[in-house]
Each structure stands twice: as structure tokens, then as C-alpha cells.
């Protein structure tokens, strides 16, 4: 069953502010792009060294040289700025990108985040998850609720090795938006059409839901 | 971080978020580069007990030397003052207190900060007595002096060209300590020639990228003549 | 260094100077700024047993891919593979032996050879297990991460645009690691689509001063064309 | 008396070969600046972040922002790039720099070099010296033989604190050019008119003559 993509987009788009810097990771985040209005004055940073890329529309010409850090052909909008590698990450460890988005094979109640490597399974290196996911001022991670195989991936505590600990914001999934509390995860917003029951079902971690506050999406 | 539609504002209003007591970086290698019309400022609202980290103390009755003189800086953090017979005239006196890197070193500690590094390993100036005392580290063999990152409250720093989000173009040798300042410090407030649209800059040749800039004050040419008669000599 | 007026030479000439077992710094991320032109020479030139650095294996069948491929990369450093199953496929067979750092360390460790430093201190990665071991220095009380500085025998970079004496300029993303890389060689081979006078570019824009270039190899934009059919997916 | 400037400029403009990168110390090194023939293709670097200064013309206009670091106006020569002053050093401590050539207040016979700080005299900073001193391949010196009141500058082991040890490759005065050898001060030229006696009377420092060898500028 594919989890519902579109919604994790929709909910994801409504925690960018006009004005922001934003880094959209590799996957489902990076489509945030086409989310982002022209009007916010949004300027979206990629690792790879561009402060203000957009998506290329269809028809117009590709710069060969402009990509992403995902490796998608992009384009620049007014106010950008092209730099190198060291300048990028300098960006990023001193907390001038306001926000960023990343998938995760795990989250846990405390906020730490596996999201880099699968021992004996998957291990393509750390690029630059690590410095986002310890550095920038806002971790929001945007992922399916479970695995193919229906395990929960919000977990009690990660048991893959961590990106960074403590370090996400909130957790946007098919099934719910969740905030990291010093008291656990609290629920924000449940699924249109989905029970409270059914998502403490669907989930290893223990929730803090209020339901006279909770919302839907 | 400052929206990026909220950083143009005025001289005033970006100088009095600067309070009594602040360590402040100051752009600029003698005149150019030094943000003249933001210290002007600075001198007029009256902050004092200053920390000021800059290359030199520019020259006797502009720049820094405007406030070292007014008697605001109880501090400077620099390389070289050898051009301001008054800041060492105050040093020597014990009215300042005068800390001394070498430049390279200098603008490493400020880079340093401003990669978001804790410090860094040199060899420059083992095996001579720089003033300062160092932690020494051995390494494969060697010691290596330990320089902790330099970080500032502020940074003010001068620009030739920008655009409104807070890009900023240098010109000539004008760049100098101001990029790296830019990055090191917790709230940089940059001034500038010439604020152009979004858009007017090419991106490649953006010095300093608008993510580290807080706010931006367009100044007149004039406000530099000072400087220029200083190097006129 | 090289003269000024003789670092124009030829691919076979300018590749011809590495010998078997050196260690390369290669720049690019992905396609953008990858030296194509020079790394096929190199493939067809025989050289083995390299140690490349690259921030990525670039992808199957194109750039460091084809050294990897047939062999003659003993071991990579580098920060991401996961576009090229090939180089995964060799890692896991222990067929290369690679060594991973978090994108923005191996930025800061090359570029800390390029600065001339022994190396730094970061709180990046402490609390997880990056997979090598790394000394740790207490330092007002926490403890950091100490990176040594990572040096190469030979950077080969791409530029875009650069003039005769080896002044480079990147265009787009295609700067990433390479202005870094030209720092930190003991010798820098630059490929370049466009070699213009000295005088032709404009000195506020040029991203790598010439003074870090040793030899200049002027390619048809044609040799990228491998590159660019990768990226368009 | 004053000594012979001319003579130490003319001298050290020889050291300089065709197509290097040369930095020029503050005072009579900077005045080398106008004796470089455009033909020569001399790159020079300033500290303050600059690769091709040249001075001005008088008739030229000057842009106020275009310093050399002893903060002379300048301008650029073809091939010139402008950048921070951490790429600058960065330049200088990766040995990127071919020759300098600095003023002294004391030399001596292993090389070391005393010029920034005469204790409760003299102390308006380091500025550059000391990296240059440390690392640029071939440090040049140029200087009076003797100070003001006629005592050597030359001396057996300097007295004043160090600018670095062991880093001068040649020293050129008014009186002599000698270079830093194993064996100790190795004298290279005479300056005309000056006998090997009245050489060695101006100078602490012990000096190997090779009569057959020593050459006059």
C-alpha cells in the first residue's frame, strides 16, 4: 500500500514561512520545491553550494552545470548566490538556514534520527545529513508512518545508528504531525479519517494526544 | 535569522540594537572596507566599555580611532596598529588593552567562527614569543599551537554593491577581514554604496551570501571620505 | 611553482606528471565540476594503485566511475557514493576501500590543508558513530573532535572560464569542492573550457587566484557530455 | 649618514625572476614595486588581498579601495585576482608565494630575523611579517648594514625578539650581500668601493669570504 505522499507535501509546505532559508533533503522532501510560491521570498539552500535554486520548467533551457544537491537540474532565483563547499557548511553550522526537511528510516521520542545507514544492508556514505540534522535551527522529518512492511518507523528509541540525537523539530507523516516535547512526542494533527486508536496502533512510540487540541490534515 | 524582505533599515535603528559592553567586529585593512558611516554612528548613540576586533585601529580621527580617542573601547583585539600613533599612545599609556595576533592568524580565528569549528592546530609563531600564552598540542610527532575561533556579538562590515536580501559584493581590496567577519559574528550589520533589487547580482560573484547578514543600511560615497584622505598621503 | 607563462600544456602532458600510487583530489558533486576530460586521460594513461578524494563516485560508467571500474583505485575518501551502485558494489566486495566523512568535514579537512593548518576542532558527529575512530580534546570543559587536515600529491579541478595564468572561475554549482582542492595539492592540474589573456577576467570575480594553479589544460566542451546525459534522469 | 638605498633596490630587483609571485614588506621593500618590468610578468601579492597590485601612474585615477598593504594606493596588472585576507594568508602559509623580501632591525648568522618589536620602544603589532618570515619559500632582506648610530645590524645571534628563526635566504644591505648558509653568512657581493676589511669591521656577525668568488653591485 503506497503511503499518501501528496498529504506529507501539503502539511510539510504550511511549516515554510515567507522569508526563510530552507534545505529540502534528497527524496520526498526535495519536492517541496514546487510547493514553495514565488511571492514567499523563500531562498532554498542545497549542500552542494546554491542559496536560492528553483526547479527548471519543461521548456526552459538546462544550465548543465546547475544541479542540486540531489543531482536535479536547477535554475536560480532573483537574490541567489553560488558559493563552494566549505562556504555551504559553514551556512549550515552556524545556524543561518532556518529550516530543514529530511526523510528517516527511524525517529524516536526523543527527537534522534536514523536516516544514513543500514548495517549490512545500506551504507552509501553521510553526505550532508549530519550537519543538517545536528546544526540547523529546525529538523522537520517527512516520512511515511510505517515501513513497507507496515513496522512502525516512530519508534520508543532508534535502533539503527543515529545521524544526530535529539535533534528533530516535528515529524510530518502520512498518519500524523508530531512534535518533540521535553515530555515526548505530542501530537499536533492526525490524518483526515483516522482514529486516535488507529494511530497509537500504528506506532512504537508513546504519544501525548490531547484531543480537544489535535487537528487533522 | 531576519526575514530576508526586513533587513533594509536606517543607520540608526541597526546601531541601537548594539548594546554598552558588546564585542564587536569591524571590517576593513586600513580605510578600505571599514564601515565609516555605521562607526560614526556608533560614536554618536554612545555605547561604551567596547570590545573591538579589527585588523588595525585605522588611522588618528577616523574609524575605530574615533572611539579609542572618545575613550568607548575598553579593548582591541587587532594585528597591527603600527599607522595610529594615538591607539599606541593609549596602549602604551594602559588606557587600552591592546591583544596582538598575527594577520593571517587573526583572520583564521574569525574563519574559524565563522565555520562553526571550535579552533584550530598552526604552526605559525611557535618558536617565537607572539604575547600570548598558548595550549600546545603534540601531534604525530609535533606540537601544534591550539587557536580557539574568535567570535564577535557584531560584526559591522562595508560593502560596495548588495541587493535588498543582503548579498554582498566587495570592491577592490575591500574585501579583506569583512567576509569572514560576516560569518563569525551573531548579528552582522552590513552597510552599502549602492542596494540594488533581488536579482541585479550575478550569483557567481556574490562575495557573502545573504544567510549571513542581519541587516542592511544604504550609506552615501561621502561617508567614506575620511577614509580616502587618509590614504592619500 | 610553475611560471606563470608556462602552465598552458597539454592533457597528455599535464596528466603525464602522476605517477602510480599518488593521491588525487578530484573535484565535482555529481557531474558539475567534475574533470572529465582530465580523468579519462588519466584512464587511458595506465596510472594505479590511486587513492582518490572526491566528495562522490560520480556515476556508473563516467568521471572516477571508470577508474573504479577498471581497477585503479585502491582507496576513496569521499563523503556520499549512493548515486553509483558499482562503487557499492566494489566497497562491499572489499574490492576498494573507502573511507566516508560527513560532506561538510571533508570540505573543512581539505580545506584546512589548504590553509596551511595541522587540523581543527568540531562537535560534528561526536555523539554518533561515523565509523573511524577520532581523537577527542577537552577544551573549556566539552570535549571536541580533532580532524587532521587532509593534503593530496595532485587536485585535478574544473573551471568554466579561466585565463592563461591559471586564474580559474566556476560557473553554476560546479565550484563546490574545487576551489578548496586547489588550495590544499601539492600540485594542481585545472582543465578549462575557455583560456583567455591575462587581463580578460575581472579580478573581484575569480574564484581561485592563479598563484594555486600549477598547470592549465584548455578541453572541448564536448568531454562533459557524459556528465551532463548522467544528471539528465 | 644615509645609506645608499638606490644600491639595496637595484640589487634586489635582480632576485627576481621573470614570471614569480613576489610579496613586498612595508618601507624600502615596496619601493622594488617600480623597479619590476611589466615584461617580466611579476605577479605581486599584498597581504590585504591582492595578486597583481602595481602602483599607480600619477596621471591615473585612483580608486580609493585599492590598497597595498603598506597602504599605498595600487592597481591591478593583467592576470590580478582580489580576495580575504584568509585566502591571502592561505596563499602564503601554502608556500604559494615564490620570494619576499621584508626590512630588519637585526639578522643573523643562522637566518633568524628580528623585525617587529623593540621591547618598550616598539610594539605596534605583527601584522603579516611573521607568516611570511615562517613560510614563504625565499625570504629576501633588505636593510641598512648598520643602524642610525653606526652599530651592526648583522649580528652573531639577534638580540630582539624573534619575527621567526632560521627563515632569511639572502640578506642585501648597503654594504654586502650575503646569503644564509650551513657553514654560516656566506658574503656574495661587495658593494663597490668597500674592502673586505672595512666589511667585516661594520659587522658582528662572522662572515665567509671567498675573495675570488665575491662579486660588487
Same mark, same amino acid.
Given at each position: 500500500m503506497p503511503y499518501d505522499q501528496q498529504r506529507i507535501l501539503a502539511r510539510a509546505a504550511r511549516e515554510i514561512e515567507p522569508g526563510q532559508i530552507v534545505n529540502l533533503g534528497i527524496g /520526498?522532501? @526535495?519536492? /517541496?520545491f514546487n510547493y514553495i510560491p514565488d511571492e514567499a521570498q523563500v531562498l532554498v539552500h542545497s549542500e552542494n553550494g546554491i542559496l536560492g535554486g528553483r526547479p527548471c520548467h519543461p521548456d526552459e533551457a538546462i544550465d548543465y552545470d546547475m544541479i542540486d544537491a540531489g543531482g536535479a537540474y536547477i535554475t536560480t532565483c532573483p537574490g541567489a548566490s553560488l558559493f563552494d563547499s566549505s562556504m555551504s557548511f559553514a551556512m549550515i553550522r552556524r545556524g543561518r538556514v532556518d529550516v530543514t526537511f529530511m526523510g528517516a528510516f527511524e525517529v524516536d521520542e526523543v527527537g534522534n534520527l536514523a536516516n544514513w545507514k543500514i548495517p549490512?544492508?545500506? @551504507?552509501p556514505g553521510i553526505g550532508g545529513a549530519m550537519e543538517l540534522a545536528q546544526k540547523v535551527r529546525r529538523l522537520v522529518i517527512m516520512c511515511s508512518h510505517n515501513d513497507k512492511h507496515g513496522n512502525p518507523k516512530i519508534l520508543h528509541r532508534c535502533r539503527l545508528p543515529l545521524t544526530a540525537p535529539r535533534c528533530v523539530s516535528r515529524i510530518i507523516t502520512d498518519k500524523a504531525v508530531m512534535d518533540v516535547t521535553p515530555q515526548g512526542l505530542e501530537v499536533v494533527d492526525i490524518a483526515e479519517g483516522l482514529s486516535i486508536e488507529e494511530l497509537r496502533a500504528a506506532t512504537e512510540a508513546s504519544l501525548i494526544i490531547d484531543a480537544s487540541r489535535v487537528g487533522s490534515y | 535569522m531576519t526575514r530576508l524582505a526586513q533587513k533594509l533599515t536606517t543607520v540608526e535603528a541597526a546601531i541601537a540594537r548594539i548594546p554598552s559592553g558588546a564585542t564587536l567586529m569591524v571590517g576593513g585593512f586600513g580605510s578600505p572596507g571599514t564601515p565609516f558611516a555605521l562607526l560614526d554612528e556608533l560614536l554618536a548613540q554612545g555605547q561604551d566599555g567596547l570590545t573591538l576586533i579589527k585588523n588595525d585601529a585605522n588611522e588618528p580621527g577616523i574609524g575605530i580611532s574615533r572611539l579609542i580617542e572618545a575613550g568607548r573601547v575598553s579593548r582591541l583585539i587587532t594585528s597591527?596598529? !603600527? &599607522?595610529?600613533r594615538v591607539a599606541i599612545e593609549e596602549m602604551n599609556e594602559g588606557r587600552l588593552s591592546v591583544e596582538i595576533y598575527p594577520q593571517g592568524i587573526l583572520a583564521e580565528k574569525i574563519r574559524c567562527a565563522g565555520a562553526g569549528h571550535y579552533g584550530f592546530l598552526t604552526d605559525i609563531g611557535l618558536e617565537t614569543d607572539i604575547g600570548m600564552p598558548r595550549r600546545e598540542i603534540e601531534c604525530e610527532g609535533r606540537n601544534w599551537a591550539l587557536e580557539p575561533a574568535l567570535r564577535a556579538d557584531f560584526a559591522l562590515v562595508h560593502a560596495g554593491l548588495s541587493d535588498r536580501y543582503g548579498n554582498l559584493i566587495y570592491n577592490g581590496t575591500a574585501a579583506n577581514f569583512n567576509p569572514l567577519m560576516a560569518m563569525a559574528a551573531d548579528e552582522v550589520i552590513a552597510q552599502s554604496f549602492q542596494v540594488e533589487e533581488p !536579482?541585479? &547580482?550575478s550569483p557567481t560573484t556574490v562575495h557573502t551570501p545573504c544567510a549571513f547578514v542581519s541587516y542592511l543600511v544604504q550609506v552615501p560615497m561621502s561617508s567614506s571620505e575620511q577614509g580616502r584622505r587618509a590614504h592619500a598621503v
Amino acid at each position: 500500500m503506497p503511503y499518501d505522499q501528496q498529504r506529507i507535501l501539503a502539511r510539510a509546505a504550511r511549516e515554510i514561512e515567507p522569508g526563510q532559508i530552507v534545505n529540502l533533503g534528497i527524496g /520526498l522532501p @526535495s519536492q /517541496l520545491f514546487n510547493y514553495i510560491p514565488d511571492e514567499a521570498q523563500v531562498l532554498v539552500h542545497s549542500e552542494n553550494g546554491i542559496l536560492g535554486g528553483r526547479p527548471c520548467h519543461p521548456d526552459e533551457a538546462i544550465d548543465y552545470d546547475m544541479i542540486d544537491a540531489g543531482g536535479a537540474y536547477i535554475t536560480t532565483c532573483p537574490g541567489a548566490s553560488l558559493f563552494d563547499s566549505s562556504m555551504s557548511f559553514a551556512m549550515i553550522r552556524r545556524g543561518r538556514v532556518d529550516v530543514t526537511f529530511m526523510g528517516a528510516f527511524e525517529v524516536d521520542e526523543v527527537g534522534n534520527l536514523a536516516n544514513w545507514k543500514i548495517p549490512g544492508k545500506f @551504507s552509501p556514505g553521510i553526505g550532508g545529513a549530519m550537519e543538517l540534522a545536528q546544526k540547523v535551527r529546525r529538523l522537520v522529518i517527512m516520512c511515511s508512518h510505517n515501513d513497507k512492511h507496515g513496522n512502525p518507523k516512530i519508534l520508543h528509541r532508534c535502533r539503527l545508528p543515529l545521524t544526530a540525537p535529539r535533534c528533530v523539530s516535528r515529524i510530518i507523516t502520512d498518519k500524523a504531525v508530531m512534535d518533540v516535547t521535553p515530555q515526548g512526542l505530542e501530537v499536533v494533527d492526525i490524518a483526515e479519517g483516522l482514529s486516535i486508536e488507529e494511530l497509537r496502533a500504528a506506532t512504537e512510540a508513546s504519544l501525548i494526544i490531547d484531543a480537544s487540541r489535535v487537528g487533522s490534515y | 535569522m531576519t526575514r530576508l524582505a526586513q533587513k533594509l533599515t536606517t543607520v540608526e535603528a541597526a546601531i541601537a540594537r548594539i548594546p554598552s559592553g558588546a564585542t564587536l567586529m569591524v571590517g576593513g585593512f586600513g580605510s578600505p572596507g571599514t564601515p565609516f558611516a555605521l562607526l560614526d554612528e556608533l560614536l554618536a548613540q554612545g555605547q561604551d566599555g567596547l570590545t573591538l576586533i579589527k585588523n588595525d585601529a585605522n588611522e588618528p580621527g577616523i574609524g575605530i580611532s574615533r572611539l579609542i580617542e572618545a575613550g568607548r573601547v575598553s579593548r582591541l583585539i587587532t594585528s597591527h596598529i !603600527g &599607522l595610529n600613533r594615538v591607539a599606541i599612545e593609549e596602549m602604551n599609556e594602559g588606557r587600552l588593552s591592546v591583544e596582538i595576533y598575527p594577520q593571517g592568524i587573526l583572520a583564521e580565528k574569525i574563519r574559524c567562527a565563522g565555520a562553526g569549528h571550535y579552533g584550530f592546530l598552526t604552526d605559525i609563531g611557535l618558536e617565537t614569543d607572539i604575547g600570548m600564552p598558548r595550549r600546545e598540542i603534540e601531534c604525530e610527532g609535533r606540537n601544534w599551537a591550539l587557536e580557539p575561533a574568535l567570535r564577535a556579538d557584531f560584526a559591522l562590515v562595508h560593502a560596495g554593491l548588495s541587493d535588498r536580501y543582503g548579498n554582498l559584493i566587495y570592491n577592490g581590496t575591500a574585501a579583506n577581514f569583512n567576509p569572514l567577519m560576516a560569518m563569525a559574528a551573531d548579528e552582522v550589520i552590513a552597510q552599502s554604496f549602492q542596494v540594488e533589487e533581488p !536579482g541585479a &547580482l550575478s550569483p557567481t560573484t556574490v562575495h557573502t551570501p545573504c544567510a549571513f547578514v542581519s541587516y542592511l543600511v544604504q550609506v552615501p560615497m561621502s561617508s567614506s571620505e575620511q577614509g580616502r584622505r587618509a590614504h592619500a598621503v
